[in-house]
């Protein structure tokens, strides 16, 4: 396992032209591949850019793009339920379309800026279905999401890159009908699925589950080497 050699905020621009912040964990050593860290709806917080250095640390490039900006800059939420109303409202605000243009900076930065010819996508909860559909319609090199709760809606969406999913058995926001539904439109896909409510990965939520997440990340990485 690599360090993370530095980390920072970078600015990142828009297809529409709208600046948005992002932050970049640097590996110690070369990296050829980039990974797009995809936030929860609690902004890119201490627990999103600890995710970007695990990542740094096993050698990639990671950005995590601050898709928060267009409503309001510097945005850090806590796991609260008031922050998770304002979250909501957030994402809810910004809409589908923004995010993906701002997933989509990070992508083209990581290519032009990095020259990373393979970059992935990894994203939490409203990142999870981000990452999904830049899978379908932006295209990243491969794509992992984790409980993304909006992924059941886009399901009929043909992804062109290879796709991992994660989902807690006890989600409260995601129920198993959607599971079903995802797996029978795409019954290729590796979609698994652990003793764990929603956001098991992050350890600053209340439904964390270390075993679950540990496991989550092991698959994750042997997928994001096999593919980036």
Not at 21 to 27: F, G, Q, V, W
Not at 62 to 87: K, S, T, W
Not at 152 to 163: D, I, M, N, T
Request: proline share 5%; charged share 20%; glycine share 8%.
């Amino acid at each position: 396992m690599d360090e993370v050699r530095m980390s920072e905020k970078i600015k990142l621009k828009a297809a529409d032209g709208h600046q948005l912040n992002a932050y970049r964990a640097t590996p110690s050593g070369t990296a050829q591949s980039a990974i797009v860290v995809i936030q929860e709806i609690f902004g890119v917080n201490s627990h999103i850019r600890s995710v970007a250095d695990d990542f740094a640390a096993e050698g990639y490039h990671a950005i995590a793009p601050a898709l928060f900006d267009r409503v309001e800059p510097n945005v850090e939420l806590g796991y609260n339920p008031a922050d998770m109303q304002r979250g909501m409202g957030m994402a809810m605000k910004i809409g589908t379309d923004n995010a993906l243009k701002d997933v989509a900076a990070a992508i083209d930065y990581a290519r032009a800026e990095l020259g990373c010819m393979k970059v992935g996508a990894v994203g939490y909860c409203f990142g999870g279905s981000l990452a999904w559909l830049a899978a379908t319609r932006l295209g990243p090199a491969a794509a992992v999401g984790y409980y993304g709760g909006r992924i059941a809606q886009y399901a009929a969406e043909r992804p062109f890159c290879p796709v991992m999913l994660h989902f807690g058995v006890r989600d409260q926001h995601i129920p198993l009908s959607e599971i079903d539904k995802i797996r029978a439109h795409h019954p290729e896909l590796p979609v698994y699925m652990y003793q764990a409510g929603h956001g098991f990965n992050c350890d600053q939520r209340r439904d964390y589950e270390p075993q679950s997440a540990t496991l989550a990340r092991q698959r994750t990485l042997e997928f994001l080497r096999k593919y980036l």
